[in-house]
């Protein structure tokens, strides 16, 4: 499943991976199809040394565009399912347990969604993953790199993903912590 959808994703990588180079001011790349991947542009023989009269600029617009974009922060709400008292209790104690794992020292939600703002805007993609962590025993939300989501190639939305694929690379320390196993 990950190698289609590494194949079906493959016209996406190629932009999403030219405008990050350019955004980590790296103008001087271009695609290269054999290897699926970004190249180094090649120069003319004996213009090795010849200055590239280019000027990057897309950092300062995606900074810009960041921070105009986190001036109206996502806040989260929990609604009752009923009016009965019972409901309007659980709504309550969600909404402060909510409150409280966006603060800075639990989970950081307002920095994962930055950082989810900055992959989209620099590359094109995000994905802000919610997942449970059994460590600290609590959720937590991660802003994944795009470069390491497969979605369902098939998908036409991406409600309709029959699944989706999240890569990362973990420590060996790590995996014994969340698993238990070497």
């Known amino acids: 499943l990950k190698e289609e959808a590494r194949r079906g994703r493959l016209p996406f990588d190629k932009d999403l991976l030219l405008n990050l180079a350019f955004f980590l001011d790296h103008q001087y790349v271009e695609w290269n199809s054999e290897i ?13 040394n ?27 709400d929990v609604l009752p399912a009923t009016d009965d008292p019972v409901d309007l209790g659980h709504a309550s104690v969600s909404l402060a347990y909510l409150r409280w794992l966006a603060e800075p020292q639990v989970a950081d939600i307002d920095s994962e969604v930055a950082d989810g ?65 070497e």
Not at 63 to 69: E, G, H, I, L
Not at 122 to 151: F, H, I, N
């Open 36 to 48: 699926g991947g970004i190249q180094q542009a090649k120069r003319q023989k004996g213009m090795e």
């Open 50 to 76: 010849a200055p590239r009269p280019v000027a990057n600029k897309i950092l300062h617009f995606v900074m810009k565009q960041r921070s105009s974009a986190l001036e109206t922060k996502p806040t989260v």
């Open 117 to 181: 703002v900055l992959w989209a805007l620099s590359s094109g993609e995000s994905y802000m993953k919610w997942t449970w962590d059994d460590v600290e025993k609590r959720g937590q939300g991660v802003a994944c790199s795009p470069l390491e989501v497969y979605p369902d190639p098939y998908a036409r939305k991406f409600k309709e993903c029959r699944y989706i694929i999240h890569e990362q690379f973990l420590d060996v320390d790590r995996v014994k912590a969340i698993y238990g196993q």
